[in-house]
């Protein structure tokens, strides 16, 4: 009974200690796949090789796709040239005048228009002072008119006064609350008037800053109008000049036509030379023995994955479970 126990406190210390050994004999069995399988000379024989063979095929093909290169770009600046002197001839000038005028046109019609806006905002604002100067001329009059009730109220009979005494609510002849009621609510909406034609002001003046800002886009836009006007007039002239000197639309139609054909042609023949290129190094790859390398490197490669894969079977694993089984019950002085 007491060994069957300390047998089972046994595996449960042996089990928590296994993971720690597994991980140092992978580490181990993976070192040693590094070393028994290494491809490194093998790689620098392989890359040395490469590096020869390429530089040979860099020499004596290089140069030749360099040359034709040249000689495209060369194209490619008559092309772009002759395509430019066409452009000239593409072109319907009379109808792009006709429709830039006709943008000009209306351009200076918004223009008068937000002038004429301009013209009526002003007016507007013209009216909204004056009624803002007897707005606050009515404000002025009827806080006049209420101070002098006030002051009426508190003076002495013999002035014409009340001396403070009760007034009645309306009177024909003499001082009433309902007069100075009258006062207030004319004077309140003297207030009133005040506050509504600072409010129209206001209205009147945002509506003034836009129309400016809009009637600076359209003087801008305009200014670009003409400047797109000079620059078609400007192309005529130089379409007018190439006719002088003897271009015809047809003639570079064809010269265009021509260098299209040879700038192909180049292409074509750095194609067939980068392609011989490619089949010279292939070739000189196995006359140097660049795909037996390979294919030695390929084949290690494979043993080690096979090698590596090999810890992980389930008879090695058992194996390695009663290996460590006997060394920690060695290392601490027990035997089974």
């Known amino acids: 009974m007491l060994k069957r126990l300390k047998t089972f406190f046994w595996d449960i210390r042996i089990n928590r200690d296994f993971p720690r050994y597994e991980r140092n004999l992978r580490d181990e069995h993976e070192r040693q796949a590094q070393s028994r399988f290494s491809t490194k000379q093998l790689k620098i024989e392989k890359d040395n090789l490469l590096k020869q063979i390429r530089a040979d095929a860099n020499s004596r093909f290089d140069s030749s796709i360099h040359e034709r290169e040249n000689e495209i770009n060369g194209y490619l600046a008559d092309k772009n040239w002759i395509e ?5 001839f593409l ?3 009379k109808q792009e005048l006709t429709e830039l005028y006709a943008e000009k046109d209306e351009l200076f019609s918004k223009k008068t228009e937000c002038f004429e806006k301009l013209y009526e905002i002003k007016e507007r604002l013209s009216e909204a002072f004056d009624d803002k ?29 009340n001396a403070g005494r009760k007034l009645p609510n309306h009177s024909l002849f003499g001082q009433s609350l309902g007069d100075l009621n009258s006062y207030k609510y004319d004077r309140d909406s003297a207030y009133k008037n005040v506050r509504s034609a600072k409010a129209r002001i206001g209205d009147l003046k945002q509506e003034q800053h836009e129309i400016h800002r809009a009637i600076q886009c359209v ?3 305009i200014g670009k109008i003409f400047s797109q006007i000079s620059s078609v007039k400007g192309d005529m002239g130089k379409l007018v000049r190439l ?3 003897g271009h015809r639309r047809e003639q570079l139609q064809e010269k265009l036509d021509r260098v299209h054909l040879t700038i192909d042609l180049l292409a074509s023949e750095i194609q067939n030379i980068k392609k011989n290129k490619r089949e010279f190094v292939d070739q000189e790859a196995h006359r140097y023995g660049v795909v037996n390398l390979e294919t030695k490197i390929e084949r290690i490669r494979t043993q080690r ?4 894969h090999g810890f992980d079977f389930d008879g090695n694993e058992e194996q390695r479970k009663r290996v460590h089984r006997e060394i920690w019950l060695k290392q601490k002085g027990e035997a089974e």
């Open 91 to 93: 072109r319907d000038y």
């Open 219 to 221: 003087k801008e836009e």
């Open 243 to 245: 006719k002088e000197a």
């Open 305 to 308: 994955e096979e090698f590596l």
């Open 133 to 161: 100067d007897k707005a606050y001329s009515d404000l002025y009059h009827y806080k006049q008119r209420i101070d002098s009730w006030y002051a009426k109220s508190d003076r002495t009979p013999w002035l014409f006064g």
């Open 84 to 88: 430019q002197l066409i452009s000239y």
